[in-house]
């Protein structure tokens, strides 16, 4: 009795402890649900932060790394056409002075007109020249009478002297009167000469043969003798059966201007026309002012059509030399280290290269040194590039320029009023 009465409270003990476990259980889910939802809420808050750090780090490197498009320099063509200015002279030309005072009598020769050797241009009035000469002519006939009479005395003194009629003084005061008056004769024939001379320069003539380009007179204008005043100059004559011209050589194309070299010439007023000419001679020195050769040119001019005075192009060609490259202008950086490049070296690292430039083609420019032929250049480099510095590639280089040439014709052309931009 007493063990099923016990049987009978142990059930109820049990039935009392269930709903306590159950509760427990319960709380420890909410807990941990709780949990899990922190650590969710935790998770995705932190992530995203990370996630965009990690983004703007890459960003950040990304910017920081410089994209930049490459190109290869062209190739210089081996032979150059140098286009430089020049000025036409006559071959020979002179001003043309009277060497006498008088009025201009009648001159036969205008300007334009074709001269020879020796052909009388005008002709001028020397009514002073002509007393003097007149007086000189009677001074040195009277001079011949004295010396006569002179020479007369002192043969008969002589003749006295050999049979002691005379002194030996007075013998030799007639030689001496006849050594004067013999000196007298001689100067007063130099006179009349030099007369003689000056009159004949009353007729002016052509001293070679070309055209008349100048006329600075007409008739009855008194004339000067000599070159002392700008007026003074009666006629100016020029030789134009060839014509020389004159250009200025750059230093960087010096060695290759060598006599004989061929050139042609073209003028704006004959269009499509080119005149064949030949270098002849150059000064051998350059010009400290612009660094500059300065050649002459010789063209036949046959007809006459070509102008002494006229402006032409004369276009030389001429080796290049070393080879050459072509690259953009955008290429260029200007710093205070000099004229330089950015080349990229190993893939992705630029370097900074010193070059030296040769001719201006305006969107292109020639370089001369610094740079090879494989060489991967930077086209608009930023402002702060330094070597070293990690590149990306924005494009691969275009293989088609390596074999380029350089802009304009073939061979290359250019236009040089001082040779061409230098550095």
Known sequence: ????????????????????????KHGVLITVIVLVIVAAVVIGGIVPRLRAKEALQKETYDLAVPTVNVAHPKQGAPQTEIVLPGNMQAFTESPIYARTNGYLKKWYVDIG????????????????????????????????????????????????????????QDVDNALGSERANAATVSAA???????????????????????????????????????GSPTAELFHIAAIHTLRVYINVPQQFSPAAKTGLPA???????????????LVRTANAIDLATRTLLVEVDVDNPTGELLPGAFAEVHLAVPSGAPTFILPVSA??????????????????????NIILGRDFGSEVEVVSGL??????IINPPDSLISGEE???????NQNQGSGQAPGQNPQSQRSQSGGRQQ
């Open 1 to 24: 009795m007493a063990q099923t009465e016990e049987m009978v409270k142990q059930p109820e003990r049990d039935a009392g402890n269930t709903p306590r476990e159950s509760g427990s």
């Open 113 to 168: 007109g074709r001269v020879k050797t020796g052909q009388l241009l005008a002709e001028i009035e020397t009514p002073e020249v002509d007393q003097q000469l007149q007086q000189a002519r009677s001074q040195l006939n009277t001079a011949k009478a004295n010396y006569n009479l002179a020479q007369i005395t002192s043969n008969r003194y002589q003749e006295l002297k050999n049979t002691d009629s005379v002194a030996q």
């Open 189 to 227: 024939e130099y006179q009349v000469k030099y007369l003689e001379q000056l009159e004949s320069f009353r007729k002016i003539y052509a001293p070679f043969d070309g055209i008349i380009t100048v006329r600075n007179t007409d008739v009855g204008h008194l004339i000067n003798s000599g070159a």
């Open 264 to 278: 042609a010439l073209t003028l704006q007023e004959f269009p499509g026309r080119q005149f064949k000419g030949r």
């Open 332 to 353: 260029l950086i200007f710093r205070a280290q000099g004229l330089q490049v950015g080349v990229v070296k190993d893939g992705n690292h630029a370097q900074l290269a």
């Open 372 to 377: 090879q032929a494989d060489d991967q250049v």
């Open 391 to 397: 590149v990306r590639l924005g494009q691969p280089p």
